[in-house]
C-alpha cells in the first residue's frame, strides 16, 4: 500500500487469528482516517491473520521466534524489521510475546496492546475464564500503552460488559471481543490524531 501523505504509518502485530487487526484495517480505509496500516508482522508463520492482511493488500512479514539465542536477539530482528518499514505507531493485537525493555523504550508512547479485562484486574492469559471463576458480575477490555511491566501500561480507554449467569468462557470472549474491536480502533486513532498525552501515568484526551 503506498504511503498517503499526512496519515501516520502503522504496524500491527500478530501471532494468530487476527480479528482486532481486521477491524483496524477496517477503520483505516475509511478516507479521513488519520492512520494506514502499513505491515502486519507475525512470529506464527501459519498465523490466520497473515492471510487476512495478504488479501487486503497489505505487507506482510515473518520471522519465527524459535532459534535466535533468546529474547533480546530476536526482539533486535523484529525492531530492524519495523524501523525498516519507517512506522510511526505499533500495535500489539494478540501478540503472543513478552517484548524486550529495549523493545518497549524503541516505541516508548508509540505501542499499543489490547488486553481482554478490565485491567488492573485478570492481568495475563485466560482471562475470560478467570473472570467467569471470580464470579465477577461485569468484564470486559482495555486498550493500554506498553510499558515494560506486562498489562500495566497507562489506560487510554475500557470497556465492560455484563457477565450473565449462563455465560461460558466462549460466549462471554465473544461479548468482549465486539467492543475490543470498537475500543480498539478509536484508540488507535486518537493516537495517531495526537489526541493524547501521558502525565503521571493517566491519559488525557483532547477534544476535537
Ligand atoms: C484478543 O482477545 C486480544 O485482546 C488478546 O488476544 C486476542 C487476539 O484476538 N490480546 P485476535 O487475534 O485479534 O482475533
Known amino acids: 500500500m503506498p504511503d498517503v501523505k ?5 504496524g500491527i502485530l500478530i501471532s494468530g487469528r487476527g480479528s482486532n487487526m481486521e477491524a483496524l484495517i ?4 475509511r478516507p479521513d482516517c488519520p492512520y494506514q496500516i502499513s505491515l502486519v508482522f507475525s512470529n506464527i508463520e501459519d498465523a490466520l491473520g ?3 492482511a495478504e488479501k487486503a493488500g497489505i505487507k506482510t512479514a515473518f520471522l519465527d521466534h524459535r532459534g535466535h539465542g533468546g529474547r533480546a536477539a530476536y526482539d533486535k530482528k523484529v525492531l530492524a524489521i519495523l ?9 500489539l493485537a494478540g501478540y503472543m ?35 467467569l471463576d471470580a464470579g465477577v458480575r461485569w468484564h470486559g477490555c482495555t486498550v493500554h500503552f506498553v510499558t515494560s511491566e506486562l ?3 497507562p489506560i487510554i480507554t475500557q470497556a465492560a460488559v455484563p457477565v450473565f449467569e449462563d455465560d461460558t468462557e466462549d460466549s462471554l470472549s465473544k461479548r468482549v471481543l465486539k467492543e475490543e474491536h470498537r475500543i480498539y480502533a478509536e484508540a488507535l486513532e486518537d ?3 495526537d489526541r493524547l498525552t501521558i ?4 491519559v488525557f484526551h483532547k477534544k476535537g
Request: no cysteine; aromatic share 4%.
Open 50 to 52: 497473515l492471510k487476512t
Open 199 to 202: 502525565k503521571d501515568n493517566r
Open 6 to 10: 499526512g496519515k501516520k504509518k502503522v
Open 97 to 131: 510475546r513478552i517484548v524486550t525493555p529495549e523493545f518497549v523504550s524503541a516505541w516508548e508512547g508509540r505501542m499499543l496492546n489490547i488486553h481482554p479485562a478490565l485491567l488492573p484486574s485478570f492481568t495475563g492469559l485466560d482471562t475470560h475464564q478467570r473472570a
Open 191 to 193: 493516537l495517531a490524531a
Open 151 to 153: 498489562d500495566a501500561g
Open 26 to 29: 477496517k477503520a483505516s480505509h
Open 83 to 91: 524501523q525498516e518499514a519507517e512506522l510511526d505507531i505499533v500495535v
